[in-house]
């Protein structure tokens, strides 16, 4: 798997070059692990600048009143938005916790004052601009 996350475009035969077996073999494991859901798809990793995200932000958001009702409703309206990379759902103070990627500052507050603080359901949330990010793209399974 760790050779996959690093490199998913390598070919079968390279694939199984680097693992030592036969490329019958490893494309079988590699199918395994689709069916399994272990390999849940490949994508490209994009600069965000380059499509003119140069400002990503982690937007903590509390809604009210908590049922599933309101919490899928917003989950899908998150999703939706543009601007949101990632929606996470959360337990503890706040209830979301959206990973933006946007155009500037002042799209963030266009953002944040246009989508989320017109929502009935959110009754506060909280921003953290993101000035550097470090990410493990081949994390390994834990004992």
Same mark, same amino acid.
């Given at each position: 798997?760790?050779?996959?996350?690093?490199?998913?475009?390598?070919?079968?035969?390279?694939? =199984?070059?680097?693992?030592?077996?036969?490329?019958?073999?490893?494309?079988? @494991? +590699? $199918?395994? #692990?689709? %069916?399994?859901?272990?390999?849940?798809?490949?994508?490209?990793?994009?600069?965000? =600048?380059?499509?003119?995200?140069?400002?990503?932000?982690?937007?903590?958001? @509390? +809604? $009210?009143? #908590?049922? %599933?009702?309101?919490?899928?409703?917003?989950?899908?309206?998150?999703?939706?938005?543009?601007?949101?990379?990632?929606?996470?759902?959360?337990?503890?103070?706040?209830?979301?916790?959206?990973?933006?990627?946007?155009?500037?500052?002042?799209?963030?507050?266009?953002?944040?004052?246009?989508?989320?603080?017109?929502?009935?359901?959110?009754?506060?949330?909280?921003?953290?601009?993101?000035?550097?990010?470090?990410?493990?793209?081949?994390?390994?399974?834990?004992?």
């Amino acid at each position: 798997m760790r050779l996959l996350q690093t490199d998913a475009r390598q070919s079968n035969r390279e694939l =199984a070059r680097q693992l030592g077996i036969a490329p019958s073999t490893c494309l079988e @494991r +590699v $199918r395994a #692990l689709h %069916r399994r859901g272990v390999i849940r798809g490949y994508h490209a990793d994009i600069d965000p =600048a380059a499509l003119n995200r140069g400002v990503q932000a982690l937007v903590s958001v @509390r +809604v $009210r009143p #908590l049922s %599933r009702t309101v919490i899928d409703a917003f989950k899908t309206f998150a999703g939706k938005l543009p601007e949101v990379l990632h929606v996470f759902v959360l337990s503890g103070d706040d209830d979301f916790l959206l990973h933006v990627a946007v155009q500037d500052l002042d799209r963030l507050h266009a953002f944040l004052t246009d989508q989320l603080s017109k929502r009935g359901e959110v009754t506060g949330f909280r921003t953290s601009v993101i000035f550097q990010q470090v990410s493990n793209t081949a994390p390994t399974r834990l004992p």
